[in-house]
């Protein structure tokens, strides 16, 4: 048994572990795709040579994009677009898509626009009046129209965020004479290669950089999908460390039956002269070859077993999964020799003490070490384990929190058998002789229950949390998520840009957002100094500033109050400030701050300070003025507003009306998000089946464990004259009571483990999953009591003399 658990200890890691490395490595290669690449350069000057010399010498991939804002032109049609010069090799990560002339569906391209040639977007034809052949001038170029851009992995860093887009080959960009000493262009510098390369050349750079050139890489590029992916990594952090402690259990177990079945041949071997010392090497020497053999199987199953699962993911997942790197196997090598050392030797250790009387005198000391040694030495082994597997506090955290449950789980677990002990009494005789003989093995009955309410709670806390990750995905992009933006509309163009929006959207109640450009530059008539706005997010630039009646949807006071809240009443000259901000700048209700609006300045009393959900996909603000406040400030409007099956239409009516205002489509943004959150659903789904196994491993070791003293007593019982339906019938109560009462201990503990994990490691409300609790008992009576009735037919089956010498053997 020490054997098999040995060998599934290694393979559950090496295949979780492994598995969990490359989906992970793949999530990570995902989200290069929304900046074409995996890491880029930015610069309002040309790329300097020493920036391509250094991905050169690092064997990287390259490419190059020029972005500026000009006037295209066709015929007597103009308009304004952001022009996107490209390079033969772009994008390096992601893929461009085009519009199939014939069918008009999206398909995916290996080329880029050619010299002399433009690529556009779909409304650019019908705001321009022109298509496919046409001519478009840009600058001192005339370009030939022959693409349709339907999809450019990078289109939110910029590109399409003003009333249309062109593409070009970047070799044509000198002839257009728009790239002149002084203009205001973007320059991307994209890198892509492996991990060590990319992450050799962000070294170099960070010694290397100018102070006008800007990195980028997908952790600093998507606040939101960054967020995501950390806690889906998060998940699949927790989940290997929850493998690491269900295999340990289930070797704990093992080796402790393997050393009580050894004690009384080491008792002979004493018996026939050998000594201690040569009785401890012929064990350790056995331990340590099988412990070689098991890990070499455990390595060569668990490869099996990921291979499967990686060529199931990478079919579901719809993505390529990289090479996974050397620190999974080294990791599941490392599981065998601590669980070795941790679980397989302490019980061992001191039989070589054993006397050999205890042949023939069954009350002598079976010298095994003690259950507080073995405990310690058990603590100390899976710690070491799960702080390696993630190295991340928050697991060893868990870690701590999963130990202190035990102890709850142990507490609960000997009042609740107390309880059914007395409860028994007023049953029939299965119910008596169950619940006595529960009772009776105190001590191991409590190893039992603490063991199978700890894999309950660990099942339970894993289908929980992932079940509210990806609803929490999920909920981040709704269905009717607004797909366009609004901006930069003036006062005089507000009703317009209403009227159009009730006309597609068929909506009245579309909210808009009045916004106000300004700084903040004292706080408590202390003027802040250029150092302390460095240290200030978004201190050393202008920001949005916004005024309202009512508390918009996804803020949350949690300090202060809002200015209706008292007396029902609007009071001008009062700021909520967003949480983090507020803690930038060590401020609170009560303080005073002076802000600079086109160099007029502004004084408001803070109000209270705010929670802001920025995953809502609404406008949000760090700064929200009472109304009455920013009267007199020049301001547009903002707003956001859901139209399905739009083509465009709507971006070209208000570029038409409104061609001050700005309409931003992120309809392909939104997709791709949408697709980026099934893909991270689906891998943690595969991570929780894997537990799940790991799971049904200490179930089994669990019942095995007490196998041998059940064997015992049924030969006697039997010897004795009681039937078989009569031990059967009380062993069906003493599984389905440990079922029903782990369960009730492990759903008790797992809501109070969650509820602190939702909130501190994966940022998460917490809240009660009463949606489990039925699938948690099923699971405890059910899958524990069916089991453990299978596992122990052979009590009844086997005739009570072979029992007898079996357990004497």
């Known amino acids: 048994m020490v054997f098999s658990a040995l060998v599934v200890a290694v393979a559950v890691v090496a295949a979780v572990a492994t598995l969990a490395n490359r989906v992970e490595q793949s999530l990570e290669r995902d989200l290069g795709t929304f900046i074409a690449s995996d890491l880029l350069v930015r610069s309002g000057q040309d790329i300097r040579p020493e920036l391509i010399a250094a991905a050169d010498q690092l064997q990287l991939q390259t490419a190059y994009v020029t972005e500026l804002r000009t006037i295209a032109y066709a015929g007597e049609k103009s308009t304004l677009i952001e022009l996107k010069a490209v390079s033969e090799s772009y994008p390096l990560r992601g893929e461009l898509e085009i519009e199939d002339l014939n069918t008009g569906e999206a398909v995916v391209t290996a080329r880029t626009p050619s010299i002399g040639t433009a690529w556009i977007e779909p409304r650019l034809l019908s705001l321009l009046e022109i298509n496919i052949g046409d001519l478009l001038e840009i ?306 009955t409590l190893l039992q229950l603490v063991a199978f309410s700890m894999t309950i709670m660990l099942l339970t806390i894993i289908v929980a949390l992932q079940t509210s990750l990806i609803q929490d995905w999920k909920d981040q992009i709704p269905v009717d998520a607004p797909n366009y933006f609004i901006m930069n509309v003036s006062e005089p163009d507000l009703d317009t840009a209403k009227s159009l929006l009730f006309e597609y959207s068929g909506s009245s109640e579309v909210p808009w957002y009045p916004m106000v450009r300004g700084r903040f530059s004292h706080v408590n008539n202390k003027k802040l100094t250029l150092e302390e706005l460095d240290e200030i997010e978004d201190g050393d630039r202008e920001i949005n500033f916004t005024w309202a009646p009512d508390l918009p949807e996804g803020n949350t006071i949690i300090d202060g109050e809002w200015w209706n809240s008292a007396e029902g009443t609007l009071q001008p000259g009062y700021v909520s400030i967003e949480e983090e901000m507020a803690t930038d700048l060590g401020v609170g209700p009560g303080d005073t701050m002076q802000f600079s609006i086109g160099g007029l300045p502004l004084t408001a009393a803070i109000a209270s300070i705010r929670v802001v959900n920025w995953d809502n996909m609404t406008p949000n603000f760090f700064y929200i003025f009472s109304p009455g406040t920013l009267d007199g400030y020049p301001s547009t409007w903002l707003s956001g507003a859901h139209l399905p099956d739009d083509r465009g239409e709507f971006a070209n009516a208000m570029a038409r009306q409104l061609p001050t205002a700005v309409t931003i489509q992120i309809d392909e943004i939104l997709n791709r998000i949408r697709g980026l959150i099934e893909r991270l659903s689906s891998g943690l789904e595969l991570m929780v089946w894997m537990i799940l196994g790991c799971g049904l491993l200490v179930l089994f070791a669990t019942i095995g464990s007490s196998l041998d003293q059940r064997k015992h007593e049924s030969a006697i019982l039997r010897t004795l004259g009681s039937s078989r339906t009569l031990i059967i019938g009380s062993l069906s109560v003493e599984f389905l009571s440990l079922g029903i009462l782990s369960a009730v201990t492990g759903i008790l503990c797992a809501e109070g483990v969650i509820a602190v994990l939702q909130t501190q490691a994966f940022e998460l409300d917490a809240r009660l999953h009463p949606e489990l609790w039925p699938a948690a008992l099923i699971v405890g009576a059910g899958v524990i009591g069916l089991l453990g009735i299978a596992r122990s037919l052979p009590v009844v089956t086997t005739p009570p003399l072979q029992s007898l010498r079996d357990i004497s053997a």
């Open 139 to 444: 600058g001192a170029l005339n370009l030939k129209v022959s693409e349709i851009v339907r999809h450019e992995p990078d289109a939110d860093t910029g590109f399409s965020m003003f009333n249309g887009h062109v593409m070009m080959n970047i070799a044509d960009l000198q002839a257009t004479g728009l790239v002149l000493p002084g203009s205001r262009v973007s320059n991307r510098f994209l890198v892509a290669g492996e991990k060590e390369q990319v992450e050799g050349f962000q070294a170099w750079f960070d010694v290397n950089g100018s102070i006008h050139e800007e990195v980028r890489t997908p952790a600093n590029s998507e606040r939101r999908l960054n967020r995501a992916v950390d806690r889906g990594t998060n998940f699949l952090l927790l989940a290997g460390a929850i493998g690491v402690i269900l295999a340990s259990i289930a070797l704990a177990l093992a080796s402790q039956q393997y050393a009580s079945r050894l004690t009384d041949r080491i008792a002979l071997m004493k018996a026939w002269g050998q000594s201690a010392k040569s009785v401890r090497t012929w064990l350790m020497l056995q331990i340590l070859i099988l412990g070689a053999i098991a890990c070499a199987i455990g390595l060569a199953l668990g490869w099996l077993i990921h291979y499967s699962l990686a060529t199931i993911a990478a079919e579901l997942l719809s993505v390529y999964l990289p090479d996974a790197t050397a620190q999974p196997l080294i990791l599941a090598l490392l599981t065998g020799l601590i669980c070795i050392v941790g679980f397989a030797l302490p019980p061992l250790w001191n039989l070589p003490k054993i006397a050999p009387l205890r042949v023939l005198r069954r009350d002598l000391p079976n010298a095994l070490a003690s259950t507080s040694v073995r405990i310690t030495i058990g603590i100390i082994a899976i710690a070491t384990l799960v702080f390696w597997y993630s190295s991340a506090i928050f697991a060893v955290a868990f870690l701590g929190g999963t130990f202190a449950a035990a102890l709850i789980c142990g507490t609960v677990s000997l009042t609740l058998l107390g309880m059914g002990r007395k409860f028994g009494h007023w049953g029939g005789s299965y119910w008596r002789l169950g619940f006595n003989n529960l009772w009776r093995r105190k001590s191991h």
